[in-house]
């Protein structure tokens, strides 16, 4: 079945920059969609298709592909960014897939 | 600006039915596809079900298909879920979502504030 895996926590010092990684075979055909979830809020959408950002988001996130992998980085990371990150593509049928969730943590 | 109020949650008993809505506002409704993704207490999203933007095409994810159902009206700006035979494994918090583009592309653009479902006797 179609897997979406992430790394459960990742940290990083303030400015720094952090990766975060989601693995699957389905990225091989489809690029990672990347969610941002703040503790008790729903979800707001940070990065879609190849390496776009919505209006609002900083141009601090980035994302990249690589065969099965898709990264998100966060270049200077504010404390704001702390928070739950969800990558997403397709399973088998095509239809929506999100990964395990990462917790990044702005220390 | 785009709002997307959900309504409907609450506690039911394992094999009963509820009926979620959720209320659009700040963008024409019938141009975009709408989709529910749901959030288990303390769990990963989990997408669920999707609708065209003219209710002509709808789909429903492998783990409720053939008791939820994805319905919208355009005339009350309003999506729907109507979940039957609730377990145990439905509970969580339920989130409508507009998608970016009026064709569905899955990238959820647009989120509610989500309402929680507690499926327990």
């Known amino acids: 079945s179609s897997e979406l895996t992430q790394d459960p926590a990742v940290s990083v010092a303030l400015r720094q920059t952090v990766k975060i990684t989601c693995q699957g075979d389905?990225?091989?055909?489809?690029?990672a969609t990347w969610y941002q979830q703040k503790p008790g809020q729903a979800p707001i959408l940070v990065i879609y298709?190849?390496?776009n950002r919505p209006s609002g988001i900083p141009d601090r996130f980035s994302a990249s592909n690589s065969g099965n992998t898709a990264s998100l980085t966060i270049t200077g990371a504010q404390a704001e960014d702390e928070a739950d990150y969800y990558c997403n593509s397709r399973d088998s049928s095509g239809y929506p897939l999100f990964g395990t969730g990462t917790k990044v943590t702005v220390l | 600006q785009v709002q997307l109020v959900e309504s409907g949650g609450g506690v039911v008993q394992p094999g009963r039915s509820l009926r979620l809505s959720c209320t659009a506002s700040g963008f024409t409704f019938s141009n975009y596809t709408m989709h529910w993704v749901r959030q288990a207490p303390g769990k990963g999203l989990e997408w669920v079900a999707v609708i065209s933007f003219d209710g002509s095409n709808l789909y429903c994810a492998d783990s409720v298909k053939g008791r939820f159902t994805i319905s919208r009206d355009n005339s009350k700006n309003t999506l729907y879920l109507q979940m039957n035979s609730l377990r145990g494994e439905d509970t969580a918090v339920y989130y409508c979502?507009?998608?970016?583009?009026?064709?569905?592309?899955?990238?959820?653009?647009?989120w509610g504030q989500g309402t929680l479902v507690t499926v327990s006797s």
């Open positions: 389905s990225l091989r055909g489809y690029y």
């Open positions: 979502a507009r998608d970016l583009r009026g064709s569905p592309s899955y990238y959820f653009a647009y």
């Open positions: 298709g190849e390496n």
